[in-house]
């Protein structure tokens, strides 16, 4: 088992930042990806970025620019570091890591940010 507790989110205005944290405890070592989804009100959830343990990472496109990634092994945390908000960002974010051995993805509880214009 996996548990991920995120933290990090709140509101801001548009045009500034955030920085999500997630951290995770458990199985650890079973962790291949992390990485971080949300979900607007009425819509699916959607990737936002994702690393591997290896690091490679990749972006959902409407967030490379803006959005940064990253991971941090020794603390078995992943981070998304947030800047120029816009309000369409505003969405329920979710950490996630996907556990290679298993086939098993886990979630975190999910993290509000509101973003207002």
């Known amino acids: 088992q996996v548990q991920l507790v995120e933290s990090g989110g709140g509101l801001v205005q548009a045009g500034g930042s955030l920085r999500l944290s997630c951290a995770a405890s458990?199985?650890?070592?079973?962790?291949?990806?992390m990485g971080w989804y949300r979900q607007a009100p009425g819509k699916q959830r959607e990737l936002v970025a994702k690393?591997?343990?290896?690091?490679?990472?990749n972006y959902a496109d409407s967030m490379k620019g803006r959005f940064t990634i990253s991971r941090d092994n020794t603390k078995n945390t992943v981070y998304l570091q947030m800047n120029s908000l816009k309000p369409e960002d505003t969405a329920v974010y979710y950490c996630?890591?996907?556990?290679?051995?298993?086939?098993?993805?886990?979630w975190g509880q999910g993290t509000q940010v509101t973003v207002s214009s």
């Open positions: 996630n890591a996907y556990a290679l051995l298993t086939g098993r993805d886990y």
């Open positions: 690393v591997t343990s290896g690091g490679r990472i």
């Open positions: 458990g199985s650890i070592f079973s962790i291949a990806v």
